[in-house]
């Protein structure tokens, strides 16, 4: 079955990095997007980035500050985060969509504070 796991999220202080990432199994990686989305609290989940082939996507927010890579030997997508804020406080989830159904992992949590 379809399995997507994130880690690499933890406490960091404001101007920092971390580098997220999310292992699927269970479908052809190279075969599909792969999508970052975040969910702060209190507020709806939301789009970050998407990867597939050479073109990523990105939110207008995090453009400049975060980047999304793959891997697809390892089955893996990758964001890494730059110039984090406390605003990017959030859960992240990583995401793909296979014929008509979403998966989604269970998130890291991401918290940006000092």
């Known amino acids: 079955q379809v399995q997507l796991v994130e880690s690499g999220g933890g406490l960091v202080q404001p101007g920092g990095s971390l580098r997220l990432s999310c292992t699927a199994s269970?479908?052809?990686?190279?075969?599909?997007?792969m999508n970052w989305y975040r969910q702060a609290p209190g507020k709806e989940r939301e789009f970050v980035a998407s990867s597939f082939g050479g073109t990523t996507n990105y939110v207008d927010f995090v453009k400049g500050r975060f980047t999304i890579s793959r891997d697809n030997a390892k089955n893996t997508v990758y964001l890494q985060m730059n110039s984090l804020k406390p605003e990017d406080t959030a859960v992240y989830y990583c995401a793909t969509r296979l014929d008509i159904m979403n998966f989604w992992g269970k998130g890291t949590l991401v918290t940006v504070s000092s």
């Open positions: 269970g479908f052809t990686f190279s075969n599909y997007v």
